[in-house]
């Protein structure tokens, strides 16, 4: 499939999504682990995988019940340790959260709840996430 029929294939999937989700209320918090329809993304964002484009994020804020912030987990593990990518706790398979990643996204966009992380871990998460701003 060219790009171009990528992206026309990811839009009409993200209308649908839209309208699916405007009657559902969704209820999600922070630490959370969710699959997500985050899409076809341009240059290096971090896309969704194959072609429904879903991929697990960790919600790291709520700003209301219908947006929030999240980053992107991947298995995608560099062989060197790199300072973007930080390990998370979460049953037998490795993951990481790609804190270059993060990003802000409606409630609509979330599919279904996988698990969470406790509290201590979601909190060194946004500590190296803040602290690359600084």
């Known amino acids: 499939m060219q790009i171009k029929d990528i992206f026309l294939f ?7 999504h839209h309208i699916k989700k405007k009657q559902n209320k969704i209820y ?3 630490g959370q682990i969710w699959w997500t329809a985050l899409g076809k993304n341009i240059g290096y964002e971090i896309d969704g995988k194959h072609e429904p484009f879903h ?5 790291i804020k709520k700003y209301n019940a219908d947006m929030c ?9 560099k062989d060197k340790k790199v300072w973007y990518q930080i390990p998370i706790s979460h049953g ?8 270059t990643q993060g990003r802000t996204i409606s409630s609509r966009r979330l599919l279904r709840k996988e698990s ?5 871990e979601l909190k060194k998460i946004t500590h190296y996430f803040t602290k690359q701003f600084l």
């Open 10 to 16: 990811w839009n009409k999937q993200k209308i649908q």
């Open 55 to 59: 991929r697990p994020v960790l919600i």
């Open 92 to 99: 037998n398979k490795k993951r990481v959260v790609n804190i």
């Open 69 to 77: 912030f999240i980053i992107p987990l991947t298995t995608q593990i």
């Open 116 to 120: 969470f992380i406790e509290p201590n």
């Open 28 to 30: 999600f918090h922070e």
